[in-house]
């Protein structure tokens, strides 16, 4: 099956934000406990993505991306679609998070199950309440060593 025109454009689209994202985010540390609560965010979507539990996984996501995706089903159905490392990566290795001003990115090692390399790129904003809630990951072939 080949992707849309409008699917290409979306990509793009992401692919350009989180680049965007990622060059802001490069100059201002974290504090510890921001550090930890991205990790967390992105951990505990990848554990509930593990678990086939379709709300939990989506439940982690910023809220313009639940609008724009629609439904937990789909949002998992996206995952296993178009992210299946994601969905069940063989191995992870969370990278040192950077950011400032409520918008950060983790880069996170993954391999699959055919032993291929993987970096995702999450952006996650931190939201009014204060939780940090996903609102992009770009999946790219890691050319380089697991972490």
């Known amino acids: 099956m080949t992707a849309s025109p409008a699917r290409h454009l979306t990509r793009l689209l992401i692919a350009l934000w989180l680049l965007c994202m990622a060059m802001a985010a490069s100059a ?4 510890a406990a921001d550090e930890k609560n991205v990790r967390a965010v992105v ?3 990848l554990d509930a993505l593990a678990k086939d539990d379709a709300a939990k996984a989506f439940s982690f996501a910023a809220p313009n991306v639940r609008k724009a995706v629609g439904t937990a089903d789909a949002f998992i159905a996206m995952v296993r679609r178009d992210y299946p490392v994601v969905y069940r990566p063989a191995s992870v290795a969370f ?4 950011g400032k001003d409520g918008q ?7 391999s699959d199950a055919q032993g291929t390399s993987w970096l995702a790129v999450y952006s996650l904003q931190q939201q009014g309440n204060k939780a940090w809630r996903i609102t992009g990951c770009m999946v790219v072939e890691n050319k380089g060593r697991m972490a």
């Open 28 to 31: 201002a540390p974290l504090t």
């Open 43 to 45: 951990q505990s979507q």
């Open 104 to 110: 950060v990115i983790q880069r996170v090692q993954m």
């Open 95 to 98: 990278l040192k998070p950077e």
